[in-house]
């Protein structure tokens, strides 16, 4: 027998409380009021200690409770292994992990060793099978006699760019095995076992009488180096601002790592990077010239341990930012549009240069140069300039219509109401002050809001608004306490229009003055315009679909002449692979890293590059305890094998542990006994006679 948790038992020290009880416990005695002791007769009376149990079979109902519980919570269970003859007929599934991580240095090698060792280890009438995994798993070969032709699957096999599952691998490996009559079953697991590959594991089991060997070819200690991110901004000028992100993975500090940058094939600049163990660091490339269109752009470090992360591919392409223009009020000298301007400025994720026009003047060639347009405090009483606005945003623009005290919505055209989505509204003169009481999480304006210390809007005091009554069709992102609306949406055509019914300066409320402003202010500007950051990498084994990547290098998925054309995908190889296009969206998974590029098979000037880097998560090479994972799947901790290699191998006999634990029998037995003693002691207690009486 063996325990899960000895550490429980310590609680058998706990026996000394029914020994305390029993043994110092003092007899009661029952006191009688007398009005007169002149007719009774003086008596001793003594009271001791007991010196003997009075009852031992209620101690001794206390003290094997306490001794059922301490084991119980001990997790005592049994092993009952079965002994399987050297000679007898086996069927093994060798389980191979062939993610990123394997090509770390001698790794890779010691997996194919630990193979082939099982192999030389199975005799005649063994079965075996060959599966391998990554963050899928295949079977290489079905379970066969022939071990020639497992070992010559072996030979063909190579790590691949993918991570690491290994619970997809188990449940593989089970089903192979499940089917097996009348034989020994085993699954040898070989692996690196890496930490980051085992987050859903424990809900992974193997089947009845299947017994786990596993090998972990990890070494000791593994020092590694990776690219993990590059962040391209637009710094103005037409230049570009470069930012890559390293993760020291070892546990030495790194000093003066040159970090290399090249664009469209030219070596551009070289930065030294420092890092603290486990830790990050960041090298910047400033004042970038890019060249036109879609550039290939490679980051690199001088190659470790693991080479496949010491280079970062990404797609460099000019960024153009978002144009907004601000439509002011006939005081268009005043601060009403100095806080929307200024945070507008702030920040490079996009970068957003902002201008300012009079609303009164607005022509259609301005709006043709803007992606945004803030209305800020203008009323729409003019229904040319409504209806400007109108065709503007229906071809995809984004519009803010920001109202305060010029709004003066009893002016307003039916095509200014139109656009404003609401019927006219009426001025609330808040004395008492208005709190944001609602946020619709949901909304992508506020959904980054709504964690834990990211915002709070509640602090903001709103003095005056206008009431809205929306229309069908429009929707209320935001409202104050007294349930007014205080952010609407809604679609015109292609585009989107957001009406906030207060000021965004410090006139009708101080929400300009609270930290919640600046990114609000910008996921206003981002809603409206549909913005997305442009995909500049993905990571290996990701999909993409072939209309945006069609859009990105041209027309669409038509051809000049209208025709749809043949798509090919030419891999990292220069090898040229059909796309098959069906009726509805066709994906394109890119399997491995490096640049990969899809183009009309006739039309190479329509290429669009697409760059693929490895998943983050393999180049941490941490390893799970090898216990963890085979007491989570097979139920019972690993014990050595006679014989077995050290490579993990399955020697002249193997074993298949059952274990079966004992904790619920024992609590059960406590709860019987504990019912047995509380039943005992009462009726003991009623039936007690006086001890006598005492004087007053």
Same mark, same amino acid.
């Given at each position: 027998?063996?325990?899960?948790?000895?550490?429980?038992?310590?609680?058998?020290?706990?026996?000394?409380?029914?020994?305390?009880?029993?043994?110092?416990?003092?007899?009661?005695?029952?006191?009688?009021?007398?009005?007169?002791?002149?007719?009774?007769?003086?008596?001793?009376?003594?009271?001791?200690?007991? $010196?003997?149990?009075?009852?031992?079979?209620?101690?001794?109902?206390?003290?094997?409770?306490?001794?059922?519980?301490?084991?119980?919570?001990?997790?005592?269970?049994?092993?009952?292994?079965?002994?399987?003859?050297?000679?007898?007929?086996?069927?093994?599934?060798?389980?191979?992990?062939?993610? /990123?991580?394997?090509?770390?240095?001698?790794?890779?090698?010691?997996?194919?060793?630990?193979?082939?060792?099982?192999?030389?280890?199975?005799? &005649?009438?063994?079965?075996?099978?060959?599966?391998?995994?990554?963050?899928?798993?295949?079977?290489?070969?079905?379970?066969?006699?022939?071990?020639?032709? /497992?070992?010559?699957?072996?030979?063909?096999?190579?790590?691949?760019?993918?991570?690491?599952?290994?619970?997809?691998?188990?449940?593989?490996?089970?089903?192979?095995?499940? &089917?097996?009559?009348?034989?020994?079953?085993?699954?040898?697991?070989?692996?690196?076992?890496?930490?980051?590959?085992?987050?859903?594991?424990?809900?992974?089991?193997?089947?009845?009488?299947?017994?786990?060997?596993?090998?972990?070819?990890?070494?000791?200690?593994?020092?590694?180096?990776?690219? @993990?991110?590059?962040?391209?901004?637009?710094?103005?000028?037409?230049? /570009?601002?470069?930012?890559?992100?390293?993760?020291?993975?070892?546990?030495?500090?790194?000093?003066?790592?040159?970090?290399?940058?090249?664009?469209?094939?030219?070596?551009?600049?070289?930065?030294?990077?420092?890092?603290?163990?486990?830790?990050?660091?960041? /090298?910047?490339?400033?004042?970038?010239?890019?060249?036109?269109?879609?550039?290939?752009?490679?980051?690199?470090?001088?190659?470790?341990?693991?080479?496949?992360?010491?280079?970062? $591919?990404?797609?460099?392409?000019?960024?153009?930012?978002?144009?907004?223009?601000? !439509?002011?009020?006939?005081?268009?000298?005043?601060?009403?549009?100095?806080?929307?301007?200024?945070?507008?400025?702030?920040?490079?994720?996009?970068?957003?240069?902002?201008? $300012?026009?009079?609303?009164?003047?607005?022509?259609?060639?301005?709006?043709? @140069?803007?992606?945004?347009?803030?209305?800020?405090?203008?009323?729409?009483?003019?229904?040319?300039?409504? #209806?400007?606005?109108?065709?503007?945003?229906?071809?995809?623009?984004?519009?803010?219509?920001?109202?305060?005290?010029?709004?003066?919505?009893?002016?307003?055209?039916?095509?200014?109401?139109?656009?404003?989505?609401? #019927?006219?509204?009426?001025?609330?003169?808040?004395?008492?002050?208005?709190?944001?009481?609602?946020?619709?999480?949901?909304?992508?304006?506020?959904?980054?809001?709504?964690?834990?210390?990211?915002?709070?809007?509640?602090?903001?005091?709103?003095?005056?608004?206008?009431? !809205?009554?929306?229309? &069908?069709?429009?929707?209320?992102?935001?409202?104050?306490?007294?349930?007014?609306?205080?952010?609407?949406?809604?679609?015109?055509?292609?585009?989107?229009?957001?009406?906030?019914?207060?000021?965004?300066?410090?006139?009708?409320?101080?929400? @300009?003055?609270?930290?919640?402003?600046?990114?609000?202010?910008?996921?206003?500007?981002?809603?409206?315009?549909?913005?997305?950051?442009?995909?500049?990498?993905?990571? @290996?084994?990701?999909? !993409? &679909?072939?209309?945006?990547?069609?859009?990105?290098? #041209?027309?669409?998925?038509? #051809?000049?002449?209208?025709?749809?054309?043949?798509?090919?995908?030419?891999?990292?190889?220069?090898?040229?692979?059909?796309?098959?296009?069906?009726?509805?969206?066709?994906?394109?998974?890119?399997?491995?890293?490096?640049?990969?590029?899809?183009?009309?098979?006739?039309?190479?000037?329509?290429?669009?590059?697409?760059?693929?880097?490895?998943?983050?998560?393999?180049?941490?090479?941490?390893?799970?305890?090898?216990?963890?994972?085979?007491?989570?799947?097979?139920?019972?901790?690993?014990?050595?094998?006679?014989?077995?290699?050290?490579?993990?191998?399955?020697?002249?006999?193997?074993?298949?542990?059952?274990?079966?634990?004992?904790?619920?029998? !024992?609590?059960?037995?406590?709860?019987?006994?504990?019912?047995?003693?509380?039943?005992?002691?009462?009726?003991?207690?009623?039936?007690?006679?006086?001890?006598?009486?005492?004087?007053?």
């Amino acid at each position: 027998m063996s325990l899960l948790t000895p550490w429980f038992l310590a609680g058998l020290g706990l026996l000394s409380i029914p020994i305390i009880i029993h043994l110092t416990h003092r007899q009661r005695s029952r006191v009688t009021v007398f009005p007169s002791l002149m007719f009774l007769r003086k008596l001793p009376f003594k009271t001791m200690n007991r $010196r003997r149990i009075r009852h031992p079979l209620l101690f001794a109902l206390r003290c094997v409770a306490v001794i059922l519980l301490a084991l119980a919570f001990s997790r005592p269970f049994f092993d009952s292994v079965t002994a399987v003859e050297a000679g007898s007929e086996r069927d093994v599934a060798i389980l191979l992990d062939v993610s /990123a991580s394997l090509g770390y240095e001698g790794r890779w090698d010691a997996a194919l060793d630990s193979a082939r060792a099982v192999l030389d280890g199975l005799g &005649e009438g063994d079965r075996v099978a060959v599966a391998t995994f990554d963050e899928q798993a295949r079977e290489r070969t079905p379970l066969t006699l022939d071990l020639v032709a /497992a070992r010559n699957g072996l030979a063909d096999l190579s790590p691949t760019d993918l991570g690491t599952r290994l619970e997809a691998g188990i449940q593989l490996a089970g089903r192979i095995l499940s &089917e097996s009559e009348d034989r020994t079953r085993e699954v040898v697991l070989i692996s690196d076992f890496q930490r980051t590959g085992w987050e859903d594991g424990g809900r992974v089991r193997l089947p009845d009488g299947v017994s786990l060997r596993a090998a972990s070819v990890a070494p000791e200690e593994a020092a590694n180096v990776a690219l @993990a991110e590059a962040a391209l901004r637009a710094a103005g000028g037409g230049r /570009a601002r470069l930012l890559a992100r390293l993760a020291n993975m070892g546990d030495a500090p790194v000093e003066g790592l040159p970090v290399s940058l090249e664009i469209a094939g030219r070596a551009v600049a070289t930065v030294p990077v420092d890092m603290p163990p486990r830790g990050t660091g960041t /090298a910047v490339f400033d004042d970038l010239a890019l060249p036109e269109g879609r550039s290939r752009g490679r980051l690199t470090v001088p190659e470790d341990g693991l080479a496949i992360d010491n280079a970062f $591919r990404f797609v460099a392409a000019p960024e153009a930012g978002l144009r907004t223009l601000i !439509l002011e009020n006939n005081r268009g000298g005043s601060e009403g549009s100095l806080f929307l301007e200024r945070a507008l400025g702030i920040g490079d994720a996009p970068r957003i240069e902002t201008s $300012r026009a009079p609303a009164a003047g607005l022509e259609a060639s301005a709006l043709s @140069a803007v992606d945004f347009a803030i209305l800020n405090d203008a009323d729409l009483a003019d229904a040319g300039r409504a #209806g400007r606005l109108r065709e503007w945003v229906s071809a995809g623009g984004g519009l803010l219509i920001v109202l305060g005290r010029d709004a003066s919505m009893n002016r307003w055209s039916d095509a200014g109401l139109e656009l404003l989505g609401a #019927g006219p509204g009426s001025l609330v003169d808040a004395a008492d002050g208005r709190r944001l009481s609602w946020l619709d999480y949901d909304h992508p304006v506020f959904e980054l809001f709504s964690g834990p210390r990211s915002g709070d809007f509640s602090g903001a005091r709103f003095d005056r608004l206008w009431s !809205l009554e929306p229309r &069908e069709g429009t929707t209320v992102a935001a409202r104050f306490d007294s349930g007014e609306p205080a952010l609407l949406e809604h679609s015109v055509g292609e585009g989107r229009v957001l009406v906030w019914t207060s000021t965004l300066d410090r006139y009708w409320n101080d929400l @300009a003055l609270q930290p919640v402003f600046l990114p609000f202010v910008h996921r206003l500007a981002l809603h409206a315009t549909g913005y997305r950051e442009p995909e500049r990498w993905i990571e @290996a084994g990701g999909v !993409l &679909e072939l209309a945006a990547l069609a859009g990105a290098g #041209g027309p669409g998925l038509a #051809g000049p002449d209208g025709d749809a054309p043949e798509w090919v995908v030419v891999d990292p190889d220069g090898d040229r692979q059909p796309v098959e296009v069906g009726e509805g969206p066709t994906w394109i998974e890119f399997p491995r890293a490096g640049f990969y590029q899809v183009e009309p098979r006739d039309d190479a000037s329509r290429s669009t590059t697409v760059a693929v880097n490895p998943p983050i998560t393999e180049s941490d090479l941490v390893p799970v305890a090898v216990e963890r994972v085979v007491e989570a799947v097979a139920g019972v901790a690993p014990a050595a094998a006679g014989g077995a290699g050290e490579n993990g191998a399955t020697a002249d006999e193997a074993t298949v542990p059952r274990r079966a634990e004992l904790w619920w029998v !024992l609590l059960l037995l406590a709860g019987l006994v504990l019912a047995v003693e509380s039943v005992l002691a009462n009726r003991w207690t009623r039936q007690r006679p006086a001890s006598g009486l005492a004087g007053a």
